[in-house]
């Protein structure tokens, strides 16, 4: 890229368009480059604008959207109409697009990255992962005199002894090589519908398997992939007193006895205790607790161990579906306690880029710049941007008064405190305590279907037990709760579950009932 002037490549030849930006001296480009594509009937394109959008660089070749700087772009006039542009073009805020070494985008790539919200990936996190696994793969093969679109099954199998065989090179594990296989397969399926390539370099066989509604149906397994252990070998949960340890000790600073620790030198221990107190009761994950707004929070009223209804939004939940889950009036005092004492008492004031200022704020929308709006329809990335006097809408902050969303840090830190006092305690992190939830959620349901067959029957048969649990099977109830796509990824806490101690549970529950 000889200058920092616009160009717009079409096909494999490209025309000048004039400057859009003061020239920038060569070889300077890359550090704030943005390729937008374009698809206008036949013809499609990569506008890049030089010196304008402010992209960051995970991996070489990999960049992303940013509609702020391009808002800044006096052609468009606003962020607004910056975010209304790239719409049109089908660019969401955040998608990623790829480069090649000589700075021509990679048209194929690019389209397909393009694609995937309407084909059922809408989390920026999967974009920039497709991304990136794209990325290595593509320069891999390159680097091996190849092209991704010519790939070979020998290809692959050179990139696994580089990823998992060879001790100098990458090193990943096999979860993290399936993922990256599972991106490579979302590529080539696109690549082979569109007629870009004519098979996968990918080696495939025919298998039978039974789902989890006990069906078997015919499957391809793809031979890639490495057979991985049990889910719930490696599944980690904690038990009701470790849990309490966790998070009183751990998050919330105090001794193992309940009382204050003169010594405890961490921060915002309410807001930590709150956090982790809402995921171990409602088994949202990280980023769905993080993006609720306070205004989505039910009231808690009532005595703490009741539950209530919690509605997790379509634009935070994981695969964009709406779900409804419970938590405990316990959790949401902690909250509530939270907001009104430490968060009220937030005096940084947060001014992020795009910011987004609330009016008027209620439990179903408010006035966002001048009109109104409901929370259900605010998207994640607009969510980080929402502000009330200040500070951020979403009921967690961070020290700049901002969303806190990165609790990686604090419960690593609240995980070493309790290993002052417990040196065997596992690692907690906060996918922990949504399998907390599920394991102790689907114990209760479990021991309530047990119990009520026990209540009608002294010795009830074994068909009987069994017609009940067709009736009221619990794992749907709790596949809802936690959102999943499929009940299978569901049954692991199955494992988790001692039918010794749950059925010795329910007969001390049922003595009382037997006796009268």
Known sequence: MPDGSAVLHEGVGTRRVPSLTAARPAGCWS??????????????????????????????????????ALGRWDRLGSIAAAERWLADLGLPDLMPFILLEDGA????????????????????????????????????????GSDPLTATPDDVAAFFAVQRLDPSGAGVGPATWNRKVAALENFYRWAVDRGLVSASPFVYRDAWARGGDGVVRAMRRNLAKERSGR????????????????????????????????????????????????????????????????????????????????????????????????????????????????????????????????????ADGGRVDGRAVRWSGVDAHARARLVENGVAVAWPLSATGGPMTDWSDVFARATERCRTFQSDFPRVTPHTLRHTFAVHTL??????????????????????????????????????????????TTQVYLQAIDPTRMLASVDEDCEPCRAA
């Open 31 to 68: 550090e704030r480059t943005a390729w937008v594509w374009t698809s206008r009937g036949s013809s499609s394109g990569f506008l890049v604008l030089s010196g304008l959008i402010h992209s960051f660089v995970c991996l070489a070749g990999v960049f992303f959207v940013d509609a702020v």
């Open 105 to 144: 985008p990679d048209r194929v790539a690019n389209r397909w990255l393009a694609s995937l919200p309407a084909h059922g990936c809408r989390s920026a996190s999967t974009w920039k992962a497709y991304a990136l696994n794209w990325a290595e793969w593509a320069r891999f093969v390159r680097a091996r």
């Open 231 to 362: 889910r719930h070998a490696t599944l980690r949960w904690l038990e009701p007193d470790r849990l309490a340890f966790f998070l009183s000790v751990g998050l919330g600073g105090l001794l193992p006895n309940g009382s204050e620790d003169s010594t405890f030198m961490g921060r915002h221990a309410a807001r930590n205790r709150a956090f982790g107190e809402l995921l171990a009761a409602s088994g949202l994950r990280a980023q769905e607790g993080s993006l609720l707004l306070v205004y989505e929070l039910p009231t808690a009223d009532g005595p703490g161990d009741r539950l209530v209804a919690l509605n997790v939004p379509a634009v935070v939940a994981k695969g964009g579906v709406t779900r409804r889950t419970i938590v405990s009036i316990a959790a949401l005092r902690m909250i509530a306690s939270y907001v009104r004492l430490e968060r009220s008492q937030a005096r940084t004031r947060w001014s992020p880029d795009r910011a987004i200022e609330v009016r008027n704020a209620t």
């Open 443 to 488: 114990h209760r349901l479990v021991s309530q279907t047990v119990k009520r067959v026990r209540e009608h029957a002294d010795d009830p048969a074994l068909d009987v037990l069994a017609g009940y649990w067709r009736v009221h099977d619990p794992l749907p109830a709790l596949r809802d709760l936690l959102g999943h796509a499929s009940i299978t």
